[in-house]
């Protein structure tokens, strides 16, 4: 069904998910304009957040209104409107979330052409290790050689892992170290608030991404902003070393969310997307 909210050519849809336990997860699928194309790219959102929110959303519908791909967005398990808990680490049921997004379309006849997440929006078919990032998620799927995907975006998203926590106060973390979890209210949530446990604390903390890297087939673009406030440069220049076919783009005064720069990031992804594989 498609909500009076949407704007022309989305649907809402919905599909299951191995990766929350059989959970259902909500997606927007939107046609690419002015053309029919099976082409579609997948778009990942990051921590606290949803598909409908911010960037994740103006990209999707911007390439789709540019008529460059038919795109879907969904909400990862136990984020936005899908189902099951949300877990701050929760790698391994994420990638399983995307191979559902991945079947979902070719269930619909559609073809899975380009990756892409933002911060720690990641994507992965399956893992039987648990040493998989949402964001990293991107790029470990492009190390499958049997991906479908045959481009990778990264949009300021972190591969740097094992360093202390930049976005929780000391007596948060020592809570959750007390006690196993603590609930985390920042303003812009409320009331809703997010469990962290220390169990995914600890998670994120042994993850190590930088092997994968060199093992990466697919081009990968990576835009990142100099003023990002969220993470270093190391990150974009980590990716930038060690992917064999990689094309980074720094973005001036940039932040982390592309505010009011949205358009140019749009742009940098659309020409990239354009020019022949190398």
């Not at 979902?104 to 078919?125: D, E, T």
């Not at 990032?133 to 972190?158: C, H, W």
């Not at 980590?238 to 949205?262: C, D, I, K, Y």
Request: charged content about 25%; glycine content about 10%; proline content about 4%.
């Amino acid at each position: 069904r498609v909500r009076s909210s949407m704007i022309e050519g989305e649907e809402e849809v919905s599909f299951q998910s191995g990766g929350g336990v059989g959970c259902t997860l909500r997606g927007t699928l939107c046609a690419c304009s002015g053309k029919a194309t099976a082409a579609t790219a997948v778009l990942c959102h990051g921590m606290f957040t949803g598909r409908n929110l911010g960037l994740v959303r103006e990209l999707a519908r911007g390439l789709a209104q540019r008529g460059v791909c038919n795109t879907l967005r969904f909400d990862f398990t136990g984020n936005g409107e899908s189902s099951g808990d949300f877990d701050y680490a929760g790698y391994k049921a994420e990638v399983e979330d995307v191979a559902a997004a991945v079947a979902f379309l070719q269930s619909r006849g559609l073809s899975p052409w380009v990756l892409i997440g933002h911060s720690k929006g990641g994507a992965v078919r399956s893992c039987s290790s648990p040493t998989l990032t949402r964001k990293q998620v991107v790029l470990m799927y492009g190390a499958s050689s049997d991906s479908p995907f045959e481009r990778i975006v990264n949009v300021a998203g972190r591969v740097v892992y094992g360093t202390p926590e930049r976005r929780f106060t000391e007596e948060q973390l020592q809570e959750a170290r007390n006690a196993g979890s603590f609930m985390y209210m920042p303003r812009w949530s409320a009331p809703k608030g997010w469990r962290i446990t220390q169990r995914a604390l600890d998670e994120r903390q042994t993850l190590r991404l930088e092997s994968i890297l060199p093992r990466v087939f697919v081009p990968v673009l990576t835009v990142f902003g100099t003023d990002d406030e969220v993470l270093r440069a190391q990150e974009a220049e980590t990716v930038a070393r060690l992917v064999p076919r990689h094309t980074l783009v720094m973005l001036p005064g940039a932040r982390h969310n592309f505010q009011r720069l949205e358009l140019k990031l749009l742009d940098e992804i659309c020409t990239w997307l354009s020019t022949p594989k190398d």
